[in-house]
């Protein structure tokens, strides 16, 4: 196996081996930082510097500066780099979600943790072995806006950046121009978990759906009174947190510009979701955007979409990354020279152990779910509208029946338009397909790889363009397997832009549309 994966993951650092030479009995998993490539075995060897691992490809030599070792087996070491670090936190939900993420760390790692709070916010964290006195790894919080915390960043103010909204690309292309690297790039954008912008009300509101374009309308101002969406004759208060949260970046990116609108002036902006939501749970007339992990004493309004199907938040959809408002908490790191100990804390993160703590605390983690085609009711009913030729009538049988016994896994490969390669989160997504593939109970089943497009464009173009991503799946599935998976016994099929998921009609459901799905016979 080539070592070119490993050896680009950061540089070796000191460490000493508190034991060397023996023999592990127990499975580890060496995992590179960003998650990309992961292997498991036995360590035959560990010299400080490098692993020895028996392994199912072989015994392997990989360099300790370019993986992270999670196992009960895993040496001990003694990591000489610097034991704190600065996280900077955009969103309140980003700070939930870590202080779960601490508790599962130092679990996992029977390390001892104190947090120290400030009005309820925690400012520290640290991790100590038991009877030291000495921290193994402290983490000081702070809650920059999203410019902020990009700025303290590549600056090296702060070391990892949580936040539930990506860097945009403005702002990765102003601070590449000013010599920094692209926080875009593997290894330095890392999917650690999936969450849903979810419209909430007031439990006693009637109101039982809302579209993103009735939406853009009252974020506008245009629509300001309950009675225009069938409720009670009353007035809308919006409430929306402040610009630089994510929640306000979702509004302005997926709901007013797509609609070509801008927000109210008078818009009631608040210092967080959780306010938002706190309000909104007290005056019936009320509504607000929030995570899906802190929706408590509120109701959660289901989205229509313009072509007709309701949208919930289910984990499926998220983890599918179907429900339109659909969100990832995104870790960042401008370098991966950086202490072992927190380069295995960012590890943990994107851990399989991480991604149930997650789901705990009311996020999704991208533990793979299957379900079948039957329980795929909005799937089916967008499939059936949109059959109105008789050709498209005919692949849609052809489709039903070759699904018809089968499990579609939830994750799913999505692509920008007219590309072919994948993006960080699909890369990683890659690994846990493999891992799951790999499983004793599914090592008999025939294994699908459907590419969809949206409906713009030639059809005979379109299902050539969606086998060449099929494809690309493909490859980076049996690369991530390391040679374990026979790519003969992955079937990658084309149907162009039948059983959409999303509605062509909207530049969010095109982008839903262009997929590729992995589905278990």
């Given at each position: 196996m080539s070592m070119r994966h490993y050896t680009r993951f950061g540089a070796i650092v000191s460490v000493l081996a508190l034991f060397a030479g023996q023999t592990i009995a127990e499975t580890v998993t060496l995992q590179t930082v960003d998650g990309n490539i992961s292997i498991q075995g036995q360590i035959v060897a560990f010299d400080g510097e490098t692993y020895e691992l028996s392994s199912s490809v072989g015994t392997l030599t990989l360099p300790a500066g370019g993986v992270v070792c999670l196992g009960e087996a895993c040496p001990e070491i003694i990591d000489e780099g610097a034991r704190t670090a600065a996280i900077g936190i955009v969103d309140a939900p980003s700070n939930a979600l870590l202080d779960r993420l601490f508790k599962a760390y130092a679990d996992g790692r029977t390390f001892g943790l104190a947090q120290e709070s400030d009005a309820g916010a925690p400012v520290l964290a640290t991790f100590r072995e038991e009877g030291d006195d000495e921290p193994v790894l402290e983490l000081n919080l702070s809650s920059p806006s999203g410019r902020e915390a990009f700025e303290a960043l590549v600056a090296g103010d702060t070391q990892i950046v949580v936040s539930s909204a990506p860097i945009g690309d403005a702002l990765a292309e102003e601070l590449i121009a000013q010599g920094h690297p692209d926080l875009r790039a593997p290894g330095r954008e890392v999917v650690v978990a999936l969450d849903a912008a979810v419209p909430v009300v007031h439990p006693d509101n009637p109101v039982r759906d809302v579209s993103l374009?009735?939406?853009a309308q009252i974020a506008a101002g245009r629509i300001t009174n309950w009675s225009e969406l069938g409720g009670p004759d009353?007035?809308?208060r919006m409430v929306l947190p402040q610009p630089g949260s994510s929640a306000y970046q979702i509004v302005e990116d997926q709901i007013l510009r797509p609609n070509r609108l801008r927000l109210d002036r008078n818009m009631e902006l608040v210092e967080?979701?959780?306010?938002?939501e706190s309000i909104v749970s007290d005056d019936p007339g009320a509504v607000t955007l929030v995570s899906n992990a802190l929706v408590s004493n509120t109701k959660p309004v289901p989205l229509r979409?313009?072509?007709g199907p309701l949208s919930l938040p289910s984990t499926f959809t998220v983890r599918a990354e179907e429900y339109p408002l659909s969100r990832r908490v995104l870790v960042y790191t401008a370098t991966q020279q950086q202490s072992q100990r927190l380069n295995d804390f960012i590890a943990f993160a994107g851990s399989g152990a991480a991604q149930e703590t997650f789901t705990d605390a009311g996020f999704i983690g991208q533990t793979i779910e299957a379900v079948p085609l039957s329980l795929q009711g909005?799937?089916?009913?967008?499939?059936?509208m949109s059959a109105n030729a008789p050709e498209v009538s005919e692949s849609t049988r052809a489709l039903t029946e070759l699904l018809m016994e089968g499990d579609r896994l939830s994750t799913t490969f999505r692509f920008e338009a007219g590309a072919t390669e994948i993006d960080n989160k699909s890369r990683r997504d890659a690994v846990r397909v493999a891992e799951y593939l790999m499983q004793p109970e599914n090592l008999n089943r025939e294994i699908l790889l459907l590419g969809?497009?949206?409906?713009?464009g030639r059809n005979d173009?379109?299902?050539l363009l969606t086998l060449r991503q099929a494809t690309s799946i493909r490859d980076?599935?049996?690369e991530a397997s390391l040679g374990q998976i026979d790519p003969s016994r992955i079937d990658v099929r084309s149907f162009g832009s039948i059983a959409p998921v999303g509605c062509n009609e909207t530049l969010a459901g095109r982008n839903s549309n262009r997929r590729v799905e992995v589905w278990l016979r």
């Open positions: 374009p009735v939406l009353e007035p809308i967080s979701e959780a306010i938002a979409q313009v072509c909005t799937r089916l009913a967008l499939a059936l969809f497009t949206d409906d713009v173009l379109n299902e980076a599935i049996v």
